[in-house]
């Protein structure tokens, strides 16, 4: 055999040898190219239970579960397995900003390990037969192969579009075009998933184990797969792309003419979860510290979590926890889960200029209301959106979280009206070097904000010392602190101490699917399918079944419920921009779709869910257009101020909302993205793989 041939094999998706795939999983590594010093045979693991589970074990461990270690970090398994997630998905979404990702696009080229993980299910499913009288339970385990095949294929589908389908396991040739497989129709892909899916629905066990598929975890992977494909159906024909060969296959887009057929699909699906007895967490009486819970143990081992990932320091680790505490709360690293206002904003509870939609700590006349401490503005916040936050005056870790930008001077009365400092228009940058009141009566600390000088201290009249800022920030000097005068909170462990909140210390699972987004799932199908023609299905009225389902989610976090069904209406949106009403930051063609994507941003932001989002719907590059991140930055009066005793200082608050200092880069998203390109080292490898449009 030829050396270019070798190559060619050992680099494609299609030629890693089961029994590799098996013994590097057996012994915890996760690269799949690594030889092992003992192969263990198909007959070796076939013929036993065991060896079986040891099979299945090693399809879930390599599944691409978009979780804690996903990252375009180069050393990543093509965006898998790799502690260095800085949150990359949620960056280009507003969800949240860091100075390690100011401007990304999440393209990871999930496309050879991908194929090397559906070789492996195929080989699976090919020799269970030999060995299937001594295996029990021996259709379901078909099934949940089935299911990984599926899972799998969806990750490469929502990527590039159509793909290669592999029915079977390629053998070896010495000629390397007999491996050479051309890319099939977008449609066939999603319904070849959509078959695995409804095998896997019709055959696997209703046991539920967690971090284990089961009747119900196909169906809600089903649901996600199928509103996919009718969000693709019915936004994404301008993205369509024939192959240029043969002039027929559509490479990448789906028939608009299936829409409400996969629409359907979703519905359908969702209403299979039920059957499994999920529903919300609702464990806690207190609504903010209930919607905390979810992402901790306690709501993973809860009848909300539907699919999740385990994690233990004997196998598999993460760093959320490292990563994106806030500085002062990690032993190192910290300071990556800064929060923009744009998403903070679409919440209930706080005012908001009708006109603008943006938060409003002003009054009429344009100057600064005053609040009598950090925690009042907070006050009235709902609980969903003040559990997925930390908040001033609180404390972590034995840390009271200290937020501000500065210290108003002495000589300034709180009574007396200030000016707002800065236009909060979403565009304006101006420094407050540049704001002549903050130049003569701000304090303001240059250099790091957890290392301020007792010398640089604000010395007040009676001899108290407040440090000029907060320790957390907001801060504007290249430090870690935040810039948008806010951290998040959600899938945080904050029972680890600060030494403990180190690197590969995180254990707290993942949850992949839980049940708030299948009831998201059904009320967006559902209006989907009002909204075009299908009023009614199984004898339920479609626009009643989403405005029950938007009100449980809506009820659970504390939020204000849709007074009636009508308010989920198709008056058109069409034109309305960001920055003009209320929630205006997300986009949508009507008043009820943008009711349902609005929940989708407070119920799933964080949770990887989001760009996928904005990608189906076909609204990223017109949402995230120019976009510049916004803050709410907090300054404090001196006048009236004392220290409590975790040592932050206490006194009345102004907040100015504007567009962050630093990181208020214009971010914008390109069309091109909305499918990834084919990478080139799989294209060398097999001519027959046509490129996506516009790479």
Not at 19 to 31: E, G, N, P, R, Y
Not at 147 to 158: L, N, S
Not at 332 to 358: C, H, N, Q, S
Not at 401 to 424: H, T
Request: proline fraction near 4%.
């Amino acid at each position: 055999m030829t050396n270019k041939i070798k190559r060619t094999m050992r680099s494609t998706l299609f030629i890693i040898h089961c029994s590799l795939f098996i013994s590097v999983a057996l012994t915890s590594c996760q690269d799949l190219d690594v030889l092992p010093r003992n192969i263990t045979t198909n007959a070796d693991i076939m013929t036993s239970a065991e060896g079986v589970e040891a099979y299945m074990a090693a399809l879930y461990k390599h599944l691409p579960m978009e979780d804690f270690n996903v990252s375009i970090d180069g050393s990543s398994k093509e965006g898998y397995h790799w502690w260095g997630n800085f949150g990359e998905y949620h960056i280009m979404t507003g969800e949240l900003v860091n100075k390690n990702r100011i401007n990304t696009v999440p393209q990871t080229g999930y496309w050879s390990y991908g194929f090397q993980l559906v070789r492996q299910v195929n080989n699976f499913l090919e020799q269970l037969p030999q060995w299937g009288a001594s295996i029990p339970e021996y259709d379901e385990l078909v099934a949940e192969a089935r299911f990984i095949r599926a899972y799998t294929y969806f990750a490469m589908v929502k990527r590039f579009g159509g793909v290669p389908i592999m029915e079977g396991v390629q053998e070896m040739s010495p000629d390397e075009s007999d491996l050479w497989v051309p890319r099939q129709s977008h449609e066939r892909c999603v319904d070849y998933i959509l078959e695995d899916l409804d095998y896997a629905i019709d055959h696997m066990t209703k046991k539920q184990i967690p971090g284990r598929a089961n009747r119900y975890v196909a169906a809600a992977v089903k649901s996600r797969v199928a509103l996919y494909a009718g969000s693709v159906a019915r936004y994404g024909q301008k993205y369509n792309f024939v192959s240029k060969v043969d002039g027929t296959t559509m490479l990448t887009g789906l028939p608009e003419s299936r829409a409400n057929e996969y629409f359907q699909k979703a519905y359908e699906a969702s209403l299979i979860v039920d059957e499994g007895g999920y529903e919300l967490y609702k464990a806690n009486a207190d609504k903010m510290e209930n919607y905390a819970e979810i992402f901790s143990e306690k709501g993973a081992n809860s009848k909300e979590a539907i699919f999740i990932r385990q994690y233990s320091q004997d196998n598999y680790v993460h760093c959320w926890d490292v990563i994106f505490s806030p500085s002062r709360f990690a032993s190192t690293y910290g300071g990556r889960y800064m929060i923009p206002l744009d998403w903070v904003e679409l919440f209930d509870g706080m005012p908001k200029d009708p006109a603008t939609g943006y938060l409003k700590t002003t009054n009429d006349d344009g100057e600064y209301i005053v609040y009598k401490d950090c925690r009042e503005i907070y006050q009235n916040w709902e609980p969903r959106l003040k559990a997925q936050l930390l908040l001033p005056g609180h404390v972590y870790k034995g840390n009271e979280l200290d937020l501000r930008a500065g210290i108003i001077n002495e000589s300034e009365d709180p009574d007396d009206e200030i000016e707002k400092f800065v236009a909060d228009d979403g565009v304006t940058t101006t420094a407050y070097s540049n704001v002549p009141y903050v130049r003569m009566n701000i304090a303001r600390q240059s250099g790091n904000s957890r290392t301020q000088p007792e010398s640089g201290m604000y010395v007040m009249k009676n001899g108290t010392k407040l440090y000029k800022n907060g320790i957390d920030g907001p801060w504007n000097s290249n430090d870690d602190a935040t810039v948008t005068g806010f951290y998040g909170r959600k899938w945080l462990d904050l029972s680890l101490s600060v030494a403990e909140t180190n690197l590969h210390k995180s254990i707290q699972p993942w949850i992949d699917i839980r049940y708030a987004e299948i009831l998201l799932n059904r009320a967006e199908a559902a209006l989907e399918l009002f909204q075009n023609g299908v009023t009614t299905l199984g004898g339920q009225d479609l626009q009643q079944v989403a405005f029950e389902c938007v009100n449980a989610i809506r009820e659970r976090g504390g939020a204000e419920l849709l007074t009636s069904k009508a308010e989920l209406s198709d008056v058109s949106r069409e034109g309305i921009k960001r920055g003009q009403g209320i929630n205006a930051f997300v986009y949508a063609p009507n008043e009820g779709l943008h009711k349902i994507r609005v929940e989708r941003y407070r119920e799933l932001s964080f949770e990887n869910k989001i760009f996928w989002d904005l990608r189906r719907w076909f609204t990223f590059d017109t949402q995230i257009y120019e976009y510049r991140r916004r803050a709410m930055i907090p300054f404090m009066f001196a006048k009236g101020a004392t220290v409590n005793g975790n040592g932050n200082p206490e006194g009345k608050y102004i907040y100015d909302t504007r567009v962050c200092e630093r990181f208020g880069d214009r971010v914008s998203f390109s069309t091109k993205f909305y499918y990834d390109g084919i990478p080139g080292n799989d294209r060398a490898n097999n001519p027959l793989l046509e490129q996506n449009d516009m790479y």
